[in-house]
Antibody
């Protein structure tokens, strides 16, 4: 059974770095038919896609414009997982963070598998 | 970014009612649209992909239609377990989600 297991701290101080990891079981972070995403949800911003990493003969990343200057998503093939780092956080970054698998074909793509979510609060 | 809007933002309906939600994109996205259901405390669940394709295992009372900028999501006969918030999501460009429509029972 394919699963995504999230881990990381639930409290981060303002100006520091938010770090989360998503461990994959039953699939591979190096899959040529999937992309590995981070999405967050807050009452003020709704569901907000943050970025993804994927392998198509080499590694690629895409990031949302809203966080592009502060975000890094990295694959870790040795542990079959991927991570999120968001720098210089403010209370506006308080949200539930989800990792998600994106799958499909050349014609369509969708998020078909999600982690359980991690509530991250930015507060001193 | 492609902006997505949904209407209504919330609705109440009776069990057995037909429920319709609309989603509009700020530019033509062909049929690159998905629909998700989210229950409180849970991650979103894929229901419809590519505007009108039912995900495996999803009841046939759920359906989607549309292309270009205007899309519709329908529950043909509302059931108590359908109480949730529903989101559209485009993938023509970098993914973006609609603001959601909260559905509850009258």
């Amino acid at each position: 059974q394919v699963q995504l297991q999230q881990s990381g701290p639930g409290l981060v101080k303002p100006s520091q770095t938010l770090s989360l990891t998503c461990a994959i079981s039953g699939d591979s972070v190096s899959s040529n038919s999937a992309a590995w995403n981070w999405i967050r949800q807050s009452p003020s911003r709704g569901l907000e896609w943050l970025g993804r990493t994927y392998y198509r003969s080499k590694w690629y990343n895409d990031y949302a414009v809203s966080v592009k200057s502060r975000i890094t998503i990295n694959p870790d093939t040795s542990k079959n997982q991927f991570s999120l780092q968001l720098n210089s956080v403010t209370p506006e970054d308080t949200a539930v963070y989800y990792c998600a698998r994106e799958r499909g074909s050349p014609q369509y793509w969708y998020f078909d598998l999600w982690g359980r979510g991690t509530l991250v609060t930015v507060s001193s | 970014d492609i902006q997505m809007t949904q209407s209504p933002s919330s609705l109440s309906a009776s069990v057995g009612d037909r429920v319709t939600i609309t989603c509009q994109a700020s530019q033509d996205i062909s049929n690159y649209l998905n629909w998700y259901q989210q229950k409180p405390g849970k991650a979103p669940k894929l229901l419809i992909y590519d505007a009108s394709n039912l995900e495996t295992g999803v009841p046939s009372r759920f359906s989607g239609s549309g292309s270009g900028t205007d899309f519709t999501f329908t529950i043909s006969s509302l059931q108590p377990e359908d109480i949730a918030t529903y989101y559209c999501q485009q993938y023509d460009n970098l993914p973006t989600f609609g603001p959601g429509t909260k559905v509850d029972i009258k």
